[in-house]
């Protein structure tokens, strides 16, 4: 083979590999290193200080070596490096690529073995050439890095345990130790010893007819929560690792780290031995049987559950409970709240169902031309009624904060304002901005506030005077197609205020606006909000006023003025309070689920 052809079908090779990290390199010559039975390895990071500009130092990786004693480049194990794609060892879950993957990350490696010196780099073919003395260990130098990094040694000491705690387990099962120290210019940093990790439980199971086996440790407090895919005895993935739509959504409330290996796995690994070939779920039609993602996890899921409910956690049993508490704070979001699979709190089941109805939101401005479309009126439905149950829940914090506003010392503006934003402009209003429901509900489309110019223009008469704390049309600011009006007139809650003065202003107030329309009369409502006593109830049934029942101590008083053309309602704070959640708790337990 001629010079130009081997640069060109190693650099063709080394191209085409997907990018890897400086860690993967080094996982790759531990992985090596093991399958090489080695039982001790030593790894070397040599760095030369440099100082950047703005005077910081930093250690930047220039060489690592890495040394073991396995049995090292055979006659045989050396023909097979030099192979692309070798079969030797396939049963490991080897590919022949390692030395491929070195090229990625650095530009020159060589290697002392047994009585061998071999190097390489990605312009030329392997060369090999024997070593005066022979040596009995393996070391691998790795030299010219492409890119600049620095080592975190506690992150790499984890990540390496993580990393290998499968072959850890699996050379547990075979009474076999291996030694793993790592240096930074031959200054001992940490040390790893396989036998050092905990005694795992396993689980074997089916998935249509494949065969799979999960080793696990469950809630020890040494471990985080994580998953580990492996095929040929390695990790290839950690679960944390997977594209959201792979991933498994690890169970909340409790610490699994567990270990899924499986022949299905072996047969469905890239060449980097990097990542899985699973399509996130199954394929239509698929005549193979292939596994998906969805169906792994599916079984994971039921897996775990037998496992936490071995351990005395009943996940599903927590789960609803969760769900149960999560609808009673939002009960509005129930559409979104259907399940709870993966044991997640309450809290965090919300913020899904909230991000979920955003989403759908989305989906429908984007789409809003495609009206022909089945998935556009689905999640209409989903929306709208969502919508409506939001609406309902903020009018029960509505009452509720009512009820909290009858206090002497509440300010008649904080009253105001909880009807209706005081000098609110039309241009703000709307069902939810407006709460004259509180105190009856045919008024929640009355959505037409009067400023103080459209009373002068309207109703002259009556902006010569103190006008009324609210003023609110149903339909149109036309003075000449006005049909209804509601005026209201709040009294901060202090039960030395008395029901004459209020009577006496709201009808004064009907009187002017009578006047402006002599020929076609406006209906009028009118109400006056105070706190009750035993004397405001004296005074308002000695002058004649019906009553209306409410949950509370006082009812509603109401009497037809008809010099005046209006209903004059009195309500006691806490009646209207009561009154309101009274008509309101239907909604309220059918979004609850009470009903049912």
């Not at 692309?84 to 060589?110: A, H, Q, V």
């Not at 071995?310 to 927590?318: A, F, V």
């Not at 209706?420 to 008024?443: A, C, I, P």
Request: hydrophobic share 35%; charged share 30%; glycine share 2%.
């Amino acid at each position: 083979m001629s010079s130009g052809k081997v640069e060109a079908s190693i650099a063709n090779i080394v191209n085409d590999l997907p990018d890897v990290s400086w860690k993967q390199i080094i996982y790759e010559a531990i992985t090596n290193a093991i399958q090489a039975k080695a039982t001790e390895i030593k790894i070397n990071f040599l760095h030369k200080d440099n100082t950047l500009d703005i005077g910081d130092k930093l250690k930047y990786i220039t060489n690592i070596t890495i040394e073991d004693n396995g049995e090292g480049f055979t006659e045989k194990n050396t023909n097979s490096f030099k192979e692309y794609r070798t079969s030797l060892k396939k049963n490991l879950g080897c590919k022949g690529i390692g030395r491929f993957l070195f090229l990625k990350e650095f530009d020159e490696i060589k290697i002392e073995s047994l009585d061998k010196k071999i190097k390489f780099v990605i312009d030329s073919d392997i060369k090999v050439d024997n070593l005066v003395d022979t040596v009995d260990k393996t070391i691998i130098y790795f030299s010219k890095p492409k890119e600049k990094f620095e080592i975190n040694y506690t992150r790499l000491e984890q990540d390496i345990q993580e990393h290998f705690i499968a072959y850890f387990k699996l050379l547990n099962d075979k009474s076999r130790n291996i030694d793993l120290e790592v240096y930074e210019n031959m200054d001992s940093k940490f040390k790893i010893h396989s036998q050092e990790i905990p005694v795992f439980a396993t689980k074997e199971f089916k998935i249509d007819t494949h065969k799979f086996k999960m080793s696990y440790l469950f809630n020890n407090e040494e471990f985080q929560k994580e998953g580990f895919y492996c095929a040929g005895h390695r990790v290839v993935k950690k679960n944390s690792e997977l594209e959201d739509n792979r991933k498994f959504k690890l169970f909340k409330g409790f610490n699994i780290l567990y270990l899924l290996e499986g022949s299905y796995l072996d047969n469905n690994i890239n060449d980097t031995r990097d990542h899985f070939t699973i399509n996130p779920k199954r394929v239509e039609k698929d005549l193979f049987h292939n596994l998906s993602w969805d169906s792994i996890q599916n079984e994971l899921r039921e897996q775990i559950k037998i496992i936490a409910k071995e351990n005395g956690l009943d996940i599903e049993k927590l789960s609803m409970e969760n769900l149960k508490e999560a609808i009673e704070q939002k009960p509005y979001l129930g559409l979104y709240l259907k399940q709870n699979e993966n044991f997640l709190d309450s809290e965090t089941l919300v913020s899904n169902a909230e991000q979920a109805l955003k989403k759908d939101k989305d989906f429908l401005r984007k789409h809003i031309h495609k009206l022909n479309k089945e998935e556009f009126y689905e999640k209409l439905s989903f929306v709208t009624q969502t919508e409506l149950a939001e609406y309902m829940y903020d009018r029960q914090k509505l009452i509720d904060k009512l009820k909290q506003l009858t206090d002497d010392n509440v300010l008649e503006k904080e009253i105001h304002n909880l009807f209706m934003q005081k000098y609110t402009s039309d241009n703000t209003q709307n069902y939810r901005s407006n709460n004259l429901w509180l105190f009856d509900d045919r008024f929640m489309s009355y959505n037409k506030v009067f400023s103080e110019a459209q009373i002068k223009d309207i109703f002259p008469d009556l902006s010569n005077i103190d006008r009324p704390d609210i003023c609110i049309v149903s339909n149109t600011y036309d003075k000449d197609e006005i049909t209804d009006i509601v005026l209201i007139e709040l009294k901060r809650p202090n039960e030395k205020i008395t029901p004459a003065e209020a009577q006496r202003e709201l009808r004064n107030y009907a009187d002017l606006v009578n006047q402006s329309r002599q020929d076609n009369k406006i209906r009028i409502w009118s109400y006056a909000f105070l706190k009750f006593n035993e004397n405001t109830e004296r005074d308002l049934i000695l002058d004649d006023y019906n009553k209306i029942p409410t949950q509370s101590k006082y009812p509603i008083y109401y009497k037809y003025s008809q010099r005046t053309n209006t209903i004059i309602n009195f309500l006691d704070y806490t009646s209207l309070a009561y009154d309101a959640d009274t008509r309101h708790k239907t909604f309220m337990k059918i979004l609850r689920g009470e009903t049912l």
